[in-house]
C-alpha cells in the first residue's frame, strides 16, 4: 500500500479543482489500482479516437466546440460551452459520457464514428477518478 503524506495548510485557499485531486489520488492510493498515464494510456486514445475532428485549426468538432484536445492544456480548458472533465469524477465528466455513450444527444460522438470499446473507455475512466494527472 502506497504511502500518503498529507499537509493540511497546504489545502488552506487551494481551489477546488486541486481538492478534487487530491481526494481523488488518496481514494486510487487506498485501491492500489494501478495509476492510469495521460502520456502512454490516455493521449493515445485521443489521438486515435479524438483529434481528427478535435485539432485546431480545422477539425469539425475544433471549429463548432472550441475543444481541443491536441494538448493537455486544452483537455482541461474545455469547449465553449462546458469543461470536459472533473478530475476525479468520471461519472460527471463529459469526456467520459461521451466515451461511454451516456452524453446528451448534443455531445456525442459523431454517428459515422464507431463507439469507444469498453476497454478504452474504462482506461478514461480510470484516468479521470484517479485525478486526470498529466505525467
Known amino acids: 500500500m502506497r504511502r500518503l503524506i498529507l499537509r493540511p495548510r497546504a489545502l488552506i485557499g ?5 481538492v478534487a485531486a487530491l481526494v481523488a489520488a ?3 492510493a ?5 495509476a492510469v498515464s495521460y502520456t502512454w494510456d490516455v493521449y493515445p486514445i485521443l489521438q486515435q479516437r479524438c483529434l ?5 485549426p480545422d477539425g469539425h468538432g475544433f471549429r463548432m466546440t472550441g475543444l481541443d484536445l491536441e494538448s493537455y492544456e486544452g483537455l482541461l480548458r ?6 470536459t472533465l472533473i478530475p476525479g469524477d468520471s461519472r460527471h465528466s463529459l469526456l467520459n459520457m461521451v466515451a461511454e455513450g451516456r452524453a446528451y444527444p448534443g ?9 469507444m470499446p469498453p476497454e478504452e473507455a474504462d482506461i478514461l475512466r480510470r ?5 486526470a494527472h498529466q505525467d
Open 127 to 131: 484516468w479521470v477518478d484517479q485525478g
Open 14 to 18: 487551494s481551489t477546488p479543482f486541486a
Open 26 to 28: 488518496m481514494l486510487a
Open 107 to 115: 455531445a456525442r460522438m459523431h454517428t459515422t464514428k464507431k463507439p
Open 78 to 83: 474545455g469547449s465553449y460551452y462546458t469543461r
Open 52 to 56: 481528427p475532428c478535435h485539432s485546431p
Open 30 to 34: 487506498c485501491r492500489d489500482e494501478p
